[in-house]
């Protein structure tokens, strides 16, 4: 049987999604056999996903930006990656777009989540705007990373039904604990099976 895939995760803030995905990993949707968890990193040393890595036996490592280049920090990053063998990227609430060099170091191997049914609402503050829109249909979407913002393919989405009486604070509770939280597992699950499938692509065509 193959190796389980190596993922790490990347979060800058309370990291509700990469605790999700960490309650999900050993379970029916991400068994073991197939995916590994092996580090949480962060550019905020105050971010709450950090500290998983303790509740779940895994490398949390923050790589702060102060004092060095957007290039230095990701040449940084990279090199933390390489050291404890990522080979695909989670992004969940990685507040910093990532460039074009650091993003051909994993094609096609970097997914993220977005608190609305893009194409709708890219970027940033993405919830505020919908509710101050007073948006009813919103929900979430997974997608693979490109440069743009908040543009690559699609994944995974579902759509929630606001009652139009949540404050702002509810309703980003509700998309978060009832789309991305539900999402997150199940999208990461096509990730690894769209990898399996290409990875297979590649070596028939090369055979
Ligand atoms: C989520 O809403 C996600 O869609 C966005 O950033 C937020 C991160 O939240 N990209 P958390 O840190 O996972 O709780």
Redesign the pocket.
């Known amino acids: 049987m193959s190796e389980p895939t190596r993922f790490a995760l990347m ?10 995905l960490l309650q999900a990993w050993g379970t029916e949707i991400l068994p073991k056999e197939l995916i590994a968890f092996v580090g949480i990193v962060s550019d905020q040393p105050e ?3 950090l500290q998983l890595g303790a509740e779940y036996n895994i490398d949390a490592t923050c790589i702060a930006r102060t004092g060095f280049t957007r290039q230095d920090h990701e040449m940084r990053i990279l090199q933390h990656l390489k050291n404890i063998g990522v080979e695909h990227l989670i ?5 910093r777009l990532l460039s074009p060099f650091f993003l051909e170091q994993f094609p096609g191997k970097i997914i ?5 049914l893009l194409p709708e609402y890219p970027g940033l503050h ?2 505020e705007r919908q509710y101050e829109a007073g948006v009813r249909i919103t929900g ?1 979407t997974v997608h693979y990373v490109d440069a743009g913002m908040d543009t690559g393919d699609i994944i995974l989405q579902n759509s929630i039904t606001m009652t139009g009486d949540e404050n702002l604070e509810q309703f ?1 509770k509700r ?2 604990c009832e789309v ?1 939280h539900v999402i997150y597992p199940q999208a990461v699950r096509i990730f690894i099976e769209q990898c399996a499938n290409t990875c297979a692509k590649n070596l028939s065509t090369k055979s």
Not at 112 to 116: C, K, M, T
């Open positions: 979060a800058s803030g309370k990291g509700s999604n990469a605790r999700a971010a709450l996903a992004l969940a609430g990685y507040m993220n989540i977005h608190p609305s993405a919830i979430a980003q998309i978060q991305e």
